[in-house]
């Protein structure tokens, strides 16, 4: 079986400049929010806060845009295409959730035990869990269409 | 101040990081992983240990499990309003925060969260 996962260094020309300032400005807001936050409500509220998807609402917007130019490019009109792709990109971030979920509760035991060794097993716990949640969907899925594709076959020879 | 500064910059630059990254990958679906990095918790409970010492990261981390799990039941959310509905991303991903927020205060206090 062959990895699907691919690295195109071109998608990052596709951006304009002040996109990138966006999710840079985006970033650092959401940071300051969630320091503001825990300042006045507490360590636990602000800790909900950490998984505010903030980011993820700049960055569907953006796939769908860059989406849409490309296929207006192309002479199409893109907005259904647009849609699909940012769609693409909230089914990835649900598992990408599962990640994060990971990440918290390893970062919650660890943390009395070595500041490096939390957030390097953390981070590890995100990589592994969604990559790991990413590779279980895509088995269903596959294991979906081939029975789809048998089951249209046999009924068509019978 | 300028601790809010240092915040700003950290936060941009990790958030960005993260977003560069998922911008190189393909397919989608994958890329989207990277839209629920924990980017901007690596920020913050970088300086939050700093400051307050590794129990007041440990509160937040706790909590930011139901954060997490909140953010699962958005993102299904909205993959569901742009699929089924047609909305555009930017209405579509907005309006559903209070989805987020509705499932992140519900689980933390069913969690018996306190402030």
């Known amino acids: 079986m062959t990895i699907p996962i691919k690295v195109s260094l071109s998608s990052l020309h596709e951006g304009r400049w002040y996109e990138y300032l966006v999710r840079f400005a985006l970033g650092g807001a959401a940071t300051v929010f969630t320091g503001l936050v825990s300042s006045r409500c507490g360590a636990s509220v602000g800790g909900l806060f950490l998984a505010l998807p903030a980011i993820f609402c700049a960055s569907a917007t953006l796939i769908e845009s860059h989406e849409i130019r490309r296929k207006k490019e192309a002479g199409l009109e893109g907005r259904r295409r647009g849609q699909e792709a940012a769609a693409l990109d909230a089914a990835g971030a649900a598992l990408g959730a599962f990640g994060m979920l990971a990440f918290a509760a390893v970062f919650w035991v660890l943390v009395e035990w070595s500041v490096a060794g939390t957030f390097i097993g953390a981070s590890l716990s995100w990589l592994a869990v969604a990559v790991a949640a990413w590779f279980v969907r895509r088995r269903f899925r596959l294991v979906r269409s081939a029975r789809r594709k048998s089951g249209s076959a046999m009924s068509r020879s019978r | ?115």
């Open chain 2, 1 to 115: 101040m300028s601790e809010y500064v240092i915040r700003f910059l950290i936060g941009g630059a990790v958030v960005s990081a993260f977003s560069m990254l998922g911008d190189v990958l393909k397919p989608k679906s994958f890329a989207g992983l990277f839209g629920a990095a924990p980017s901007v918790a690596l920020a913050t409970l970088g300086i939050a240990i700093y400051q307050h010492g590794a129990g007041y990261a440990g509160s937040q981390s706790k909590a930011m499990m139901a954060g997490a799990a909140a953010l699962m039941v958005y993102s299904v959310f909205v993959c569901q309003l742009l699929i089924r509905t047609r909305m555009r991303a930017l209405p579509a991903s907005l309006l559903s925060i209070v989805v987020w927020l509705t499932a992140a205060f519900g689980l933390w206090a069913l969690s018996g969260g306190h402030a």
